[in-house]
Nanobody
Framework: QVQMVESGGGLVQAGGSLRLSCVVS????????VYWYRQAPGKQRELVAG???????NYADSVKGRFTISRDNAKNTVYLQMNSLKPEDTAVYYC??????????????WGQGTQVTVSS
């Protein structure tokens, strides 16, 4: 079973930056796609960014030009560099296999996430 642990969240002022890390415990890290999601209190979980095993990336419209997703296969880690942060970016951020988010696989689960708070 794949496990993913998020870290790097914190409190920043609007316009600031944070880099989130997602450490993935699997022997096949190089073969999987990892997405970042976020969820604000009382809101549905939403896709933020994703990166495939081949390095292809995609982003939600709300973060394009501000966030960058990357991966380091040697460290089994996916990163989310967040720049020009806005108060509306405030949420708990999770990383996961998109198949888990979609409910199309019985493998994997949701971690605790990491809190990002952006003050105005």
């Amino acid at each position: 079973q794949v496990q993913m642990v998020e870290s790097g969240g914190g409190l920043v002022q609007a316009g600031g930056s944070l880099r989130l890390s997602c450490v993935v415990s699997t022997n096949i890290f190089r073969l999987i796609t990892v997405y970042w999601y976020r969820q604000a209190p009382g809101k549905q979980r939403e896709l933020v960014a994703g990166i495939t095993s081949g390095g292809s990336t995609n982003y939600a419209d709300s973060v394009k030009g501000r966030f960058t997703i990357s991966r380091d296969n040697a460290k089994n880690t996916v990163y989310l560099q967040m720049n020009s942060l806005k108060p509306e970016d405030t949420a708990v951020y999770y990383c996961n296999d998109p198949r888990v988010a979609a409910g199309t696989t019985r493998f994997g689960s949701w971690g605790q996430g990491t809190q990002v708070t952006v003050s105005s």
